[in-house]
């Protein structure tokens, strides 16, 4: 994908910045202000790697740096339900393309509770564009598919955290599909998640983030989320009795 067409382009960190406490003592943050930035040079990147090595919170400092609501939305929803969000998206530098998106969404799994009822408030949630149902009178996961069918849109910037905690495995898969629809249609994604099945879409870029905080580019056999999945459906007695004993 050509610099111009990417709305978020790279991510850098100015290390003069670290003040020596959170967020700045993850690994993945100590290893951004330290290095030489991340490339979104494909339509869709995944950030992988276990919990607490910080891509979640990268993740929340490109989207509040990009203009979002911190517990998500577009960009013009403006509420706070309890403000937790890091200082990161203060220090964090965003270099962009030519082109601006015509919208974008930034959706994590942790607080759509919180932006469904946001949506209520603004009567937002009967809109088609928000699948003509109030998110509070379908399940999790029906709202979560109910908001990205119908509210994502072509030519968007769309930032997702662990978008798989509300979904099926078929669910899973309607979101590949149309993950891979918008990419088609000049839209970007960049999405945290611990989903085998999320991170087969095609093409797309994986970064891997290890418990040392180093970021590095993996093939989707290798990436941890696919590898350990696959060890342990082909042998669950083994890491059951490894993970019992111990």
């Known amino acids: 994908m050509r610099f111009d067409e990417r709305y978020v382009a790279r991510i850098t960190l100015d290390p003069r910045h670290d003040t020596g406490r959170y ?42 740096a990009s203009g979002f609501n911190a517990e998500g939305g577009s960009i013009s929803f403006r509420f706070a339900t309890r403000a937790t969000e890091s200082s990161l998206a203060d220090h964090i530098v965003i270099e962009r393309g030519l082109k601006r998106p015509r919208t974008g969404f930034f959706l994590r799994a942790e607080s759509f509770y919180n932006v469904a009822t946001e949506m209520e408030s603004l009567g937002l949630d009967t809109s088609d564009a928000y699948g003509g149902v109030s998110p509070h009178e379908r399940s999790h996961g029906e709202s979560f598919l109910d908001l990205v069918m119908n509210r994502f849109w072509p030519g968007g910037l769309y930032i ?76 669950p007695a083994r890491y059951l009795r490894y993970v019992l004993e111990d």
Request: glycine share 8%; net charge negative; proline share 5%.
């Open 160 to 235: 997702l955290d662990e978008p798989e905690a509300a979904l099926s495995v078929k669910g899973c898969l309607a979101l590949v599909a149309r993950i891979v629809e918008l990419a088609d249609e000049r839209s970007q994604f960049i999405i945290a998640t611990h989903s085998p099945i999320l991170l087969s879409v095609p093409g797309a870029r994986i970064l891997q983030f290890d418990d040392e905080g180093r970021i590095e580019q993996v093939a989707y056999d290798d990436a941890e989320p696919v590898a350990l999945t696959r060890r342990f459906l082909a042998d």
């Open 23 to 64: 967020p700045f003592t993850l690994p993945a943050v100590r290893e951004l202000a330290g290095g030489e930035g991340i490339d979104f040079d494909q339509r869709v990147t995944f950030l992988v790697g276990d919990n607490g090595t910080g891509k979640s919170t990268i993740i929340e400092a490109i989207a509040v």
